[in-house]
């Protein structure tokens, strides 16, 4: 098992930063991606960003590319989400996933463990 803690949502203003961070512990040797999910009121979940877990390959949703960046340190299982330039329209509860299988991917089906959530709200 896996376990992943999420934190460093808040409130901000529009065009401010946050940075989101999600701790693993448990198994995190079985781990080959890590990514970033995020779900809107009335929304269906939505892919933000992934990383590869040893060699640091990422992708980005189209809303991400250009203000949003992923990163890892792997000393300390720990991912982290930067975002900057925000918007309201990314507000939402932002979850931390993990993927056991190789290759990045936006599918949230692929991921097998998943965070608690952090709320993330963007004020205009």
């Known amino acids: 098992q896996v376990q992943l803690v999420e934190s460093g949502g808040g409130l901000v203003q529009a065009g401010g930063s946050l940075r989101l961070s999600c701790a693993a512990s448990?198994?995190?040797?079985?781990?080959?991606?890590m990514g970033w999910f995020r779900q809107a009121p009335g929304e269906e979940r939505e892919f933000v960003a992934a990383i590869s877990w040893t060699g640091g390959r990422t992708g980005y949703a189209d809303s991400a590319k250009g203000r949003f960046t992923i990163s890892r340190d792997s000393g300390k299982n720990t991912v982290y989400l930067q975002m900057n330039s925000l918007k309201p329209e990314d507000t939402a509860v932002y979850y931390c996933?993990?993927?056991?299988?190789?290759?990045?991917?936006?599918?949230?089906?692929?991921?097998?463990?998943w965070g608690q959530g952090t709320q993330v709200t963007v004020s205009s």
């Open positions: 448990g198994r995190t040797f079985s781990i080959y991606v």
């Open positions: 996933a993990a993927d056991r299988s190789y290759g990045i991917s936006s599918n949230s089906d692929r991921y097998d463990y």
